[in-house]
C-alpha cells in the first residue's frame, strides 16, 4: 500500500450541495489537507522503518485533530442561537507541530510520545472553552477519551502502512508499541491531574472493585 493512499479525496462534492454536505465536504476537505501535509513530510526512508516514529506522530496528530474538529463543529451548531463560532484547528496548526518534530533528532518512543501528549494536551483549553456545560471532572474525562480515540486511529494506520511495507517487526515494532504504551500512560497522568479529589477517589473506588470481582 502506498503512502499516498491516506489521501482520501472525494471528487464532485463541492458547489451545489446542501447545506449539511458542505458541512461533511469541508470536514473531508480539511481531512485531506492534513493528510497531504503528513504524505509531504515524510521521507523515502520510511521504506525501511527509520521514519517509523514520525510516522506515528504525524498519523497521531492527524487524526487526534479531526476528532477535537468534528467535536467542535458539531457543538457550535447546538449554539447556534448564542451566535458561537466554531474554533476549528487549523492545517496550519498541525504543519507547525509537524515542521517543529521534523526539527528533532530524538525518535526515540520517551521523546515521540512526549511530542505527541504535548501537541494533543494543548489543546485542551480549546475544548474547556466549548464545552463550559460540563463540570471539570468531566470536561477532563470526555476529552481524553477524544484524545484516545485520535490516538488510536492514528496507531492504527501508523501499524497498517508499516505492516504494507513489510517493516513492522524487530526494532520498528517494539519502539512503535512502546510509544503506544507511553502515550497511554501519559493520558492516564494527564487525566489523573486534571480530576478532582472526590472524583480521583470514585476512580480509584471503581477500579478496586473491579478487580475484587474479577
Given at each position: 500500500m502506498s503512502i499516498s493512499s491516506l489521501n482520501n479525496n472525494q471528487p464532485g462534492q463541492a458547489g451545489s450541495a446542501l447545506p449539511?454536505?458542505?458541512?461533511?465536504?469541508?470536514?473531508?476537505?480539511?481531512?485531506n489537507q492534513l493528510n497531504s501535509v503528513l504524505v509531504q513530510s515524510l521521507d523515502v526512508s520510511i521504506s525501511s522503518g527509520?521514519?517509523?516514529?514520525?510516522?506515528?506522530?504525524?498519523?497521531?496528530?492527524?487524526?487526534?485533530?479531526?476528532i477535537l474538529n468534528a467535536d467542535f463543529?458539531?457543538?457550535?451548531?447546538?449554539?447556534?442561537?448564542?451566535?458561537?463560532?466554531?474554533?476549528?484547528?487549523?492545517?496550519?496548526?498541525?504543519?507547525?507541530?509537524i515542521q517543529?518534530?521534523?526539527?528533532?533528532?530524538?525518535?526515540?518512543p520517551e521523546a515521540t510520545s512526549k511530542r505527541i501528549l504535548d501537541g494533543a494536551?494543548?489543546?485542551?483549553?480549546?475544548?474547556?472553552?466549548?464545552?463550559?456545560?460540563?463540570?471539570?471532572?468531566?470536561?477532563?474525562?470526555?476529552?481524553?477519551?477524544?484524545?484516545?480515540?485520535?490516538?488510536?486511529?492514528?496507531?492504527?494506520?501508523?501499524t497498517d502502512i508499516l505492516k504494507s511495507l513489510k517493516v513492522f517487526n524487530g526494532d520498528v515494532q517494539s519502539g512503535v508499541e512502546k510509544t503506544k504504551d507511553l502515550v497511554e500512560k501519559g493520558l492516564d497522568a494527564f487525566l489523573k491531574s486534571n480530576l478532582s479529589s472526590s472524583a480521583q477517589s470514585a476512580s480509584s473506588g471503581t477500579g478496586t472493585s473491579q478487580a475484587s470481582a474479577s
Open positions: 449539511a454536505q458542505n458541512a461533511a465536504y469541508s470536514a473531508q476537505n480539511s481531512r527509520k521514519q517509523s516514529q514520525t510516522l506515528l506522530f504525524h498519523a497521531s496528530l492527524t487524526n487526534i485533530t479531526q463543529s458539531s457543538q457550535d451548531g447546538s449554539q447556534q442561537t448564542q451566535g458561537s463560532s466554531s474554533l476549528q484547528i487549523s492545517s496550519t496548526q498541525l504543519s507547525i507541530s517543529q518534530d521534523g526539527q528533532s533528532d530524538d525518535n526515540s494536551t494543548s489543546m485542551f483549553a480549546l475544548y474547556q472553552q466549548q464545552h463550559p456545560e460540563l463540570s471539570a471532572d468531566d470536561q477532563a474525562k470526555n476529552f481524553v477519551n477524544l484524545i484516545r480515540q485520535g490516538f488510536e486511529q492514528g496507531y492504527g494506520e501508523a
